[in-house]
């Protein structure tokens, strides 16, 4: 199983970005984005279960959505009314149904200028 995440770049505060993130395969219970900023530990940005289900960090909630197309197995975090803060590493993240075992993309830059 491989993550492919894409969609990171540089935007000024209050601006949007979209990352995705495509599963080569695997059913998975839970997806999400992780984000590790300079110097800090990964955190948990967003998730969504198999039933759809979602969970936001307190810091995004009404500024990002995360959905899932499980059709093409993908995973996607629209970020809205961003801010410097929200700059970091993002990762997507899965977590396989039946194995638990837990799979990494590569990681997608987003910086956020003041």
């Known amino acids: 199983v491989q993550l492919q995440a894409s969609g990171g770049g540089l935007v000024q505060a209050g601006g949007s970005l979209r990352l995705s993130c495509a599963a080569s395969?695997?059913?998975?219970?839970?997806m999400g984005w992780y984000r590790q900023a300079p110097g800090n530990q990964r955190e948990l940005i967003a998730s969504i279960t198999s039933d759809g289900g979602t969970n936001y960090e307190d810091s995004v909630k009404g500024r990002f959505t995360i959905s899932r197309d499980f059709t093409k197995n993908t995973v996607d975090l629209q970020m809205n009314s961003l801010k410097p803060e929200d700059s970091g590493i993002y990762y997507c993240?899965?977590?396989?149904?039946?194995?638990?075992?837990?799979?990494w993309g590569q990681g997608t830059l987003v910086t956020v200028s003041s």
């Open positions: 993240h899965a977590e396989a149904i039946i194995s638990r075992k837990e799979y």
């Open positions: 395969s695997g059913i998975f219970r839970v």
